[in-house]
């Protein structure tokens, strides 16, 4: 059974930085894809980063050059580096995994950017 277990939000100051940690309870070579979603309160859930079994990163504009997804396949682990916060990536962040049958989601993590 596949598990995805996200760790590493909490309350930070905005310009400051955070790692998520996503862990899966499988190889990451069971997934064609592996990405990081968010979703703030009232809004949508939103696509932030991706990244392939080859190792071929993407990032939304929003979040391009300030976050970095990171993979460690020895570890069965996801990262996602966040750099330079701002108070409008305050959201809960989820891992998931996909496959050729389906996606699979983490219970998320929650991140807020205030003073």
């Known amino acids: 059974q596949v598990q995805l277990v996200e760790s590493g939000g909490g309350l930070v100051q905005p310009g400051g930085d955070l790692r998520l940690s996503c862990a899966a309870s499988v190889s990451l070579f069971s997934f064609n894809n592996m990405a990081w979603y968010r979703q703030a309160p009232g809004k949508e859930r939103e696509w932030v980063a991706g990244i392939t079994s080859g190792g071929s990163a993407s990032h939304a504009d929003s979040v391009k050059g300030r976050f970095f997804i990171l993979r460690d396949n020895a570890k069965k682990m996801v990262y996602l580096q966040m750099n330079i916060l701002k108070p409008e990536d305050t959201a809960v962040y989820y891992c998931?995994?996909?496959?050729?049958?389906?996606?699979?989601w983490g219970q998320g993590t929650q991140v807020t950017v205030s003073s």
């Open positions: 998931m995994a996909r496959d050729y049958a389906q996606n699979y």
